[in-house]
């Protein structure tokens, strides 16, 4: 399974809301994954399908089904720039989407 | 906190063997879970290479399937990952995490950067 992030790059001002996608090349019947990846820093679990990790602020949520999905930053904080990347793990091949990076 | 630790070389030559090694803290990788490998080449995005249960039951990446293995050593809370013939285009950050299957991966070591090149 193909996973296909857009856009490559995202500017956002603070405080405004950020919005990434992820489509995928078949129909995902269980779980997509949302990571953020910062320079330098462990990448971080954000949402296993619409659930926050433990410790994620509740500015970021995640949502959709099928093919497509959609990771929301509702207020963007400058910490929150990084790299964005979708996972999905319906099958045991499991794909890592491309990646959305998210500046200021 | 469950915390990986990547180890391993940083240098390889493409005759070599890349064998690199992730140390498990404050839980034990034989009480359950999936422990993977996902890599980083640069310019590029995460790419899974492969995961392994406690029971020893391992998952590859097809592209990868030939070349790599992946162990656990429960007596040293670690689990390692073994590439044979590796090329430039295995150049990349390797991460260790707690994860694969349908699991999420939900902790990740902070990755180490491997080059192959002679």
């Known amino acids: 399974i193909v996973l296909t992030q857009s856009p490559d790059t995202l500017s956002v001002s603070p405080g405004e809301r950020a919005t990434l996608s992820c489509r995928a090349s078949q129909t995902l019947n269980r779980y997509l994954a949302w990571y953020q990846l910062r320079p330098g820093q462990a990448p971080r679990l954000l949402m296993s399908d619409a659930y926050r990790a433990t410790g994620v602020p509740s500015r970021f949520s995640a949502s959709g089904s099928g093919t497509d999905f959609i990771l929301t930053i509702s207020s963007l904080e400058p910490e929150d720039v990084a790299v964005y990347y979708c996972q999905q793990r319906n099958y045991a091949g499991l794909t890592f989407g491309g990646g959305t990076k998210v500046e200021i | 906190q469950v915390q990986l630790h990547e180890s391993g070389q940083g240098l390889v030559k493409p005759s070599e063997t890349l064998t690199l090694t992730c140390s498990v803290s404050n839980v034990s990788i034989s009480q359950g879970y999936f422990w993977g490998w996902i890599r980083r080449p640069p310019g590029r995005g995460l790419e899974w290479i492969g995961h392994?249960?406690?029971?020893?039951?391992?998952y590859y990446n097809s592209a990868l399937k030939s070349r790599v293995s992946i162990s656990m050593d429960t007596a040293e809370n670690q689990f390692s990952m073994t590439m044979i013939s590796p090329t430039a285009a295995d150049t990349a950050v390797y991460y260790c995490?707690?994860?694969?299957?349908?699991?999420?991966?939900?902790?990740w070591g902070r990755g180490t950067q491997v080059t192959v090149s002679s």
């Open positions: 995490a707690r994860g694969g299957y349908y699991d999420p991966f939900d902790y």
């Open positions: 392994i249960h406690q029971t020893g039951t391992a």
